[in-house]
Structure formats: C-alpha cells, structure tokens
C-alpha cells in the first residue's frame, strides 16, 4: 500500500513540513474573511491530488489566495477563480514573486553538487540557479556538450548593476532574476549555450551513515538538495508498514519539541522514514560525551524541553510508548526534541530491541506495562520520570547491573531509582512522583512542565 501527498516525487513520499511566510494582518479591502494572512497571492510549486473532500487540487504554476492560516501543515486558499474555498498542503505552494517559486531554483546546492547534478543529467542546456558563495548573491550553473567529449560546466554569477538591474552580460539588463533566465531560455546572448533545461534534483539524496535505530540503519540525507534530513531505512519484517502507512499523517504533529517527520518512502525497498536531522544527535550520547561539563540549568533546560514536546503530545491523546534519552535528540543550539513517538505500536511480533539489547524497554516501563502491556500518557509520565534520571546522572543506565527479571520484581515491590549525583531534592521529588505505583497518582505533563519552570527559576 503507498500512500503519496509530496510534491512531484518519485518516491511514495508523505508531504514535507516546509513553510512559507506569511503576515499577520489582512490589508485586502473589504476581504471579509477570517485571515491571518494579506489574503496572500501564492503560486503553486508542484501538482497536489487531494486526499479529502475538503482538500483543493493544485496545479504547478497557477496562482491562488491564502484566506486563512489554519495551522502549520494546511491553509485554506480560494481558487482562482475566487469560488472554491479549501484546504491545500503549505509546503507546496510559495510566495508568487519569491525565487523560489521557480523550478530552475535550488538554494543551498553546492558548486561540485550542481556540477553533480548536471552531469548525471547530461542535457545539452541543463542548468540551475544556486546561492553563490558571495553572499546575497546567485550563480547560473549551465552544462553544455560543446565544451569536450564529455561535455562541460560553465559557472556564470548573476550580477547587479547600480541600478538594481540583473544581468550576465552587460548588455542584456533585467528588473528581475526570473526575467533574466526566460531571456536567456530563448537566446545565448554571450553565454556558451542558453538555458535550455531545468533541472531538478532528485528527491532524496542519501549522505552518511550517521546511526543506527530500532528498525534499520539511519543516515544523513538532503530533500530536493534543500535541507538536511534524517532518513531511516525500515529492515523489512521489521514493522506493520501498511499500518504504519495508514497512520503516518497523524504522526505528522508540528511543534518546535517534536522531531519533524517529513514523509514516508514506500516505492523503493528497504522503506524509509524521512525526518528533521539534528547535528548533535541523541541526547543519551550527547550527555555522555560531556560529563562534567553541563550545568544544572542545562540539565534541567534538556528536561523541560522534553516535557514540553511530552506536553503537546498529551493534549492531542497521543502515547509515546518509548520516551527515554535514546530518543530523544539535540539541535545544534542544543535544543532538545522528542523523536520516534508512536512508533513501537508497529513492530512486529513485538520484537523490539532496545538500545540495552533487551527484547523489551523495562527499565523505563511503569508496573502496568510490564504486567498489563497498558499505555497511557501516565505510563509515559513513568518513562520521563526515567529520562530526567538519566539526564541529572549525565547518560548513566538505569538500574544498571541488574537483569530485566530483577528489576520488574524490584519496581513491583516499590523499589525506585536513587537520586542521582546532580539532581536536587526538588528535582528529584518531581522524578519520583513520575514513579507513583498508579497511574493516577502520577503528575500530567501540564503539571510537569509547571514544576519544571518553577525550579529553571530558582537556578
């Protein structure tokens, strides 16, 4: 089963989570509708079928208008015909007059990548419009099969006259740079060949290995040559991936605490999950390689970050099901998001493996898990009770020394984790009331997160 919402891909891809900008107050005269936006002119970049009755079809190229921001994902746009009044993907459409709306238009490729790009391409006129090296700045990258036998790459910076003009060549001025590329689609004017083709880079390119997960091999990939991204190959018999599938839009929650998942990959095999990459990788090896040197306030920064992602996903009934440092991440401003929620519902068989190598994560489990297999967000509550151990111990093992059998017959017994060596009293009374043999006596997020502020202000 594959279920496909991304922008003209050749992958079986749920849609990317890549915003545009929009204002904040409509100025459109007598509009009369409920916006958040300027009644804003987009257009779109690629084709989009709709999933829903309530969804708008889009064609790449055509104009429409933004009516109302409804949340991060999903706008609602008049056609433009101004009739038709429905919901359309964010990520597929663009400001009318921003570069890039153009499909020649790839931001952040490199000089040898589009050199790459094009010679894996090898059309006579291929090229692409990238950020020069130069700040502010933008290079025409142009393939010919005039210049050897392999054919050749000329790199022409766009430049910028004192009069705000654009040009390649002096006699040839333009107001704008979309202007100046259909001027030289259609004449050489100067340059080795015109610009005959666009191309576009492949939707996913695989970098390095960086890791490995639960379910296969992760490794560092870029989206359209635009962004960094995570993209985790599924061992197959490894999960439910139709259920998975089926569900995947529900896991697509947007919140600045929760790893991003972009999309599912289902044509080729082994399946991917493609998701936000986060240089500095899970939060359990980042505490480790950093003993010593992280500050209470950072530690209860890393805490509070995790139970605000905790608390969103609470409000939405949503059950993580693994939360621990393994899972987590960490940005390159050292933000801390929650990744992977969700995801053990699919595995087969039960056959997870956790990262201790157990069959099953019992050190993070509450007491109805571990006999009554029973989620909730309190059993999740339990497990972050777990995560704020293991961040104030800087990346030590829970219970570590003892079998998974010993510590079931422990925590059923009551038996609970020490304080560890950089937590408080109070941080370590808010641990522990995550560790109620109950699941009602424990805390919600909400009141977690509370707590945690409360004590970030007394550091």
Avoid at 34 to 56: G, H, I, R, W
Avoid at 407 to 414: A, L, N, S
């Amino acid at each position: 089963m594959t279920v496909c919402l991304s922008p003209g891909c050749s992958y079986d891809c749920l849609s990317f989570c890549l915003q545009v900008l929009v204002m904040t107050v409509c100025l459109s005269p007598g509009c009369g509708h409920d916006c958040l936006s300027v009644c804003l002119q987009v257009v779109a970049m690629y084709n989009f079928t709709p999933k829903e009755d309530t969804d708008l079809s889009l064609i790449q190229g055509e104009y429409y208008t933004i009516l109302h921001k409804q949340d991060q994902l999903w706008w609602r746009v008049q056609d433009k015909h101004g009739y038709e009044v429905c919901f359309i993907p964010s990520n597929y459409v663009t400001e009318k007059d921003r570069i890039e709306a153009n499909q020649w238009y790839c931001q952040n490729i490199t000089r040898s990548e589009a050199e790459q790009l094009l010679r894996q391409e090898g059309k006579e006129g291929g090229f692409v419009v990238r950020e020069s090296s130069q700040k502010g700045c933008y290079t025409v990258s142009l393939f010919t099969k005039a210049l050897g036998i392999n054919g050749g790459i000329r790199h022409y910076q766009i430049k910028l006259s004192d009069s705000g003009s654009f040009y390649l060549c002096e006699k040839h001025v333009f107001s704008s740079i979309p202007d100046l590329i259909k001027y030289h689609n259609h004449n050489a004017a100067g340059l080795v060949t015109r610009l005959r083709y666009p191309i576009d880079p492949s939707e996913l390119t695989l970098m390095k290995e960086v890791g490995s997960g639960q379910f296969g091999v992760v490794r560092l990939g870029k989206w359209r040559a635009l962004c960094k991204v995570a993209i985790k190959t599924i061992n197959e018999g490894a999960m439910y991936e139709e259920d998975f599938i089926e569900e995947a839009k529900i896991m697509m929650l947007c919140h600045p605490k929760l790893v991003q998942l972009y999309g599912v990959c289902t044509q080729q095999k082994p399946m991917c999950i493609v998701t936000e990459f986060l240089d500095n990788g899970c939060l359990l090896n980042y505490l480790r390689q950093r003993v010593g040197t992280l500050t209470m306030t950072w530690l209860l920064s890393f805490c509070q970050d995790a139970c605000e992602g905790m608390e969103y996903l609470e409000s939405h009934s949503f059950i993580h099901r693994d939360l621990a440092a393994r899972n987590c991440l960490v940005s390159d401003k050292n933000v801390v998001k929650v990744c992977d929620f969700g995801m053990t519902r699919y595995v087969l068989d039960n056959q997870y493996t956790s990262s201790t190598g157990s069959k099953f994560p019992v050190k993070w489990s509450p007491p109805e898990v571990l006999h009554y297999n029973k989620y909730s967000n309190k059993s999740d509550v339990w497990s972050f009770g777990v995560l704020m151990w293991e961040v104030f111990s800087e990346g030590k093992i829970p219970f570590d020394g003892r079998s998974n059998v010993d510590v079931v017959e422990e925590i059923t017994r009551g038996h609970r984790l020490y304080r560890p060596h950089k937590a408080s009293k109070d941080v370590y009374t808010l641990m522990y009331q995550c560790w109620h043999e109950k699941p009602q006596g424990r805390p919600s997020f909400s009141e977690l997160l509370k707590s945690i502020r409360e004590l970030a202000e007394l550091e």
